[in-house]
């Protein structure tokens, strides 16, 4: 048991994923210091229904100059946060802030078009990114007090943003004591993240991990909104990242409230209840098995396997099955921060993708499994030499 970041009800945990290393940790080498563990496991609040893990891992420890992740690193990606910021844009929003704008590939869109902004985001490196591509940056984790900050320097915000970043913050009180500091009255508070929806039916357990907190459900938020004073207004699904809900949240009776959230709600009846959770903590324990056994076979065989994309969501999976540089050869990764590193726990080194084409492997393990069809369309060549992709979402499946 533990208690409720949002409402201090009991949490009951639900699915163990075992000891695991911060999932964005790419250690050098020969970094002779001590890797940090801690136990990730995932419970259900009787209370407001939230989703959240047992443990708490430090914000300091994983986000700081050198965290690696780049939202830039794929182009669905990009051409989706050009789409947010133009709907933004379009709606009239005169001073728009987003947390954790990272490389400010949503931002350096507002930029362009002269209008008034703010990133705020803690992480050193990717917030010079977002500042060397025009993007105004506040180099801080956004809570209560640099919201009052922000509000006294600039004054309300139309729109507050976070995309995958809302999930990440466990002190939600103060997020949201910070919102209600910043937001114009008429203002809204826009995120998205992994949906709860999406995670337990296509059983992507892997979208669990240091850095992803919470998982959010529309019935999770629309209780937290309530709670903090705010009302949820509007959910929209999105497609990116294996399923994300877009939530926006405003002041009480400041917008109508669509019908698209009562759908959410009604089609979410069971989705926290012991049995449905039970039951995916329980297809977990298959994929992991199922998993382990065509690797080992693999192995057996002689057959080379190449991970692709050094996912956090990676960390998961090769932790919890016990994967290493012996199952999987290395990883394949774009980020020039992730190479030439090892990968959190497994210890499996990643390299650059000219040297995935250099000698294509018989197989290779998707753990960007989420960003399946730009990289199968980019990908042909490695088809044509004969390699097959693994996947273990929903289901552990060889593919061609
Ligand atoms: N929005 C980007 C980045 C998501 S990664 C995208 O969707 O691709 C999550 C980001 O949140 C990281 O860059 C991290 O540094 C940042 N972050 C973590 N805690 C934060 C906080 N309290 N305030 C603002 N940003 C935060
Ligand atoms: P994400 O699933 O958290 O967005 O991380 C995707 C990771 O995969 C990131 O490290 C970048 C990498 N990647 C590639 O190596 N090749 C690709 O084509 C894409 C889209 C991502
Ligand atoms: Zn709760």
């Known amino acids: 048991m533990s208690t409720c970041r949002i409402c201090a009800g009991a949490v009951t945990e639900f699915l163990d994923l075992g000891r695991q290393p911060l999932s964005d940790a790419f250690r050098l080498p020969d970094d002779p210091s001590e890797e940090f563990f801690y136990r990730l496991a995932v419970g259900v609040c009787g209370t407001c229904s939230m989703v959240q893990l047992m443990e708490e891992v430090p914000r300091e420890r994983m986000f700081h100059q050198d965290y ?10 990009r051409a989706h946060f ?3 910021a133009e709907r933004f844009l379009a709606a009239g929003a005169s001073f728009i802030v987003e947390l954790g704008c990272n490389d400010g590939t949503m931002l350096r869109v507002v930029a362009e078009a002269g209008v008034r902004h703010l990133g705020v985001e803690p992480s050193g490196a990717v917030a010079d990114l977002a500042a060397a591509a025009g993007v105004r940056v506040r180099k801080d984790f956004f809570e209560e007090a640099t919201a009052r900050e922000i509000r006294a320097a600039d004054g309300p915000a139309d729109v507050i943003y976070a995309a995958n970043t809302l999930c990440h913050i466990p002190y939600m009180g103060s997020i949201l004591r910070g919102v209600d500091a910043l937001l114009a009255d008429d203002g809204v508070f826009v995120f998205e993240d ?18 992803h907190f919470f998982l959010f459900s529309a019935r999770s938020v629309d209780e937290m909104a309530r709670r903090h004073g705010l009302e949820l207004v509007d959910v929209e699904r999105l497609p990116v990242h294996g399923g994300e809900v877009r939530y926006t949240l405003a002041r009480p009776g400041a917008r109508p409230r669509t019908s698209a959230v009562d759908e959410l709600l009604a089609a979410e009846a069971d989705l926290a209840s012991r049995t449905t959770l039970d039951g995916f903590a329980s297809r977990v324990q ?3 098995s199922d998993l382990v056994t065509l690797l080992t076979d693999l192995r057996e065989r002689g057959e080379r396997v190449v991970g692709y994309g050094a996912t956090a969501k990676s960390a998961t999976v090769t932790n919890l099955c016990g994967i290493g540089p012996d199952l999987v050869e290395f990883i394949s990764d774009t980020t020039p921060a992730k190479q030439h590193r090892l990968a959190p726990g497994s210890g499996i080194p990643v390299r650059p993708p000219a040297d995935f084409a250099a000698d294509y492997p018989p197989y290779a393990l998707l753990f960007a499994w989420n960003h399946a069809e730009e990289i199968m369309a980019k990908e042909t060549a490695f088809r044509e030499s004969g390699g097959k992709w693994i996947v273990y979402v929903p289901e552990v499946r060889v593919i061609g």
């Open 286 to 288: 298959k994929i992991r």
């Open 82 to 84: 050009r789409a947010a």
């Open 194 to 211: 992994p949906y709860l929806g999406d995670i337990v039916e296509r059983t992507s357990f892997d979208q669990i991990y240091d850095e």
């Open 68 to 77: 690696p992740y780049v939202s830039q690193g794929s182009s669905v990606m």
